[in-house]
């Protein structure tokens, strides 16, 4: 199996070369040069495989058809120690539920941050030590979160060898679960480091950072962020998991409602599609930053400038623009990379839109791809958390509100559809409060996190003050 750019470089690579990559050297996102299908007489077998053994066994299957540098027996290896019952909460890895009718929620944010990144980011923690342990190399991670990203990282690399994480965030903005989650980790390989600033000023000291290429050439400098190829591929494989929760057999199709911001999630679903997968549609929720229901609905994609990015209930899909959405768009044109290079390079940047909408190619989108959206508001986020709260018995988080709220306008006759679940509640406590008058539960592990000891360094928004930590920190 081998890589390509979206934007057309003709350099081909291999799954371990762009393993620790982010964009591609064209400024591209790196895609398979095709889907393998997953025919009838497969898929059977993998419905064997997730029924007899389990979600480890299965991320085998699926990843092993795309990873081809890495020996089968060690590649098994690394799924099994990545997708335990320890580390996700239960047996099933991604269990589902039923809310009602032909409603079900997948529950994808019971590993150690609680929320969905977890899923990908545990595997990407065990690839990484891997293949730099193979290499004899080291890597610095640097990021910038706003929360879930930056926790789901922190935990997959704090015993790894080989690897260090510098994370800044905003100080003060993150919640405080979030914050006792991040700043109680004490392992010599994480460090938090709290910017007197907001969001944006993170993002821009990492940019800055990562575009110093002699500085970061000489610390080895790299990112974890949701273009990365192996962190979509891991998640393809929870939705041939909720497929087969969700049906008995492979003649039947079900659809999936998934609250997006980057658009890494739902691609996952698009490429699990693209293999063969009966999905039926995949429904793209958005809240208030609405670039992506937009997109669908119109053919408009028109990039928000930070004034008009909102801070909402639902934070973690406060997105100006939708980072892995490239990779979706080079399929719907039919692979032609000439035009994805036009459409993403320095047009958008300029303009900060384009427009699909007459082209013929857009109405596919729907028709051959099975792709739908809708958005919600802060109204309709607690309308939907309480409605499950109070008539079916089900506590949810703002995101998967998203989900929910959308996917009910979106139900088809015969048809299951699959809300995927994105984060606990207990992880936006204010807005459950706000919703229902009470504190979302909060599991047994997480009692008290508030109070443990915090490593935390604070620092003015500066970018010379962050690579001199780095320098020091580097050893
Ligand atoms: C990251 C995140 C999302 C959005 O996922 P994308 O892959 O960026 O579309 C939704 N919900 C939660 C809780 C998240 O952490």
Not at 268 to 297: K, W
Not at 366 to 385: K, M, P
Not at 404 to 415: D, L, P, W
Request: glycine letters at 8%; one cysteine or more; proline letters at 5%.
């Amino acid at each position: 199996m081998l890589y390509l750019s979206t934007r057309g470089d003709p350099q081909r690579r291999r799954f371990c070369e762009i393993l620790l990559e982010g964009l591609a050297p064209d400024g591209g996102l790196y895609l398979p040069e095709q889907y393998p299908q997953v025919d009838a007489r497969r898929l059977q077998e993998w419905r064997h495989v997730w029924q007899a053994r389990d979600y480890a066994d299965l991320a085998f299957e699926v990843l092993s058809l795309y990873i081809d540098d890495i020996p089968a027996d060690d590649l098994l290896a690394l799924c099994r120690k990545t997708y335990t019952a320890q580390v996700f909460g239960s047996e099933a890895i991604v269990p589902l539920r039923h809310l009602e009718g032909e409603l079900h929620i997948e529950a994808l944010s019971n590993g150690p941050t609680l929320a969905f990144k977890d899923m990908a980011m545990q595997l990407l923690g065990h690839l990484f030590e891997y293949e730099l342990t193979r290499r004899g190399e080291e890597l610095n991670i640097l990021g910038a979160t706003s929360g879930d990203t930056g926790s789901a990282a922190e935990y997959a690399m704090r015993d790894k060898r080989g690897v260090r994480v510098f994370m800044t965030s905003p100080q003060g903005r993150m919640s405080p679960f979030q914050q006792a989650q991040m700043f109680s980790l004490l392992d010599p390989n994480i460090h938090n480091i709290a910017i007197e600033g907001v969001f944006d000023d993170c993002q821009d000291i990492v940019k800055a950072v990562s575009g110093d290429l002699a500085f970061k050439r000489q610390f080895r400098i790299g990112t974890v962020n949701s273009i990365n190829w192996a962190r979509l591929l891991a998640q393809v494989v929870y939705y041939f998991a909720g497929y087969f929760q969700a049906t008995s057999g492979n003649e039947q199709k079900v659809s999936f409602c998934v609250p997006s911001g980057n658009f890494g999630n739902v691609c996952a679903g698009h490429v699990a599609r693209q293999m063969g997968l009966p999905i039926d549609r995949l429904v793209v929720a958005t809240n208030e930053n609405d670039v992506l229901d937009e997109f669908f609905r119109t053919g408009l994609y028109r990039v928000r400038g930070s004034a008009d990015t909102f801070e909402t209930s639902s934070p973690s899909m406060d997105i100006s623009k939708a980072s892995n959405f490239e990779r979706f768009v080079f399929d719907l044109l039919g692979r032609d990379a000439q035009r994805t290079a036009q459409l993403f390079g320095p047009a958008l940047a300029r303009d900060g839109f384009f427009d699909l909408s007459a082209d013929p190619l857009f109405a596919q989108a729907a028709t051959r791809h099975g792709f739908a959206s809708g958005r919600s508001t802060h109204a309709n986020r607690l309308d939907t958390i309480r409605d499950c709260d109070q008539r079916l018995g089900q506590t949810i988080d703002p995101h998967t509100a998203d989900a929910v709220k959308v996917a009910r306008e979106h139900m088809r006759h015969g048809i299951p559809m699959i809300a995927l679940e994105t984060a606990l509640p207990i992880k936006f406590a204010a807005t459950l409060v706000e919703a229902l008058g009470r504190e979302p539960e909060r599991p047994a592990a997480f009692e008290g996190i508030e109070q443990l000891p915090k490593r935390v360094q604070v620092m003015p928004a500066d970018v010379q003050k962050v690579k001199q930590y780095m320098v020091e920190h580097c050893a």
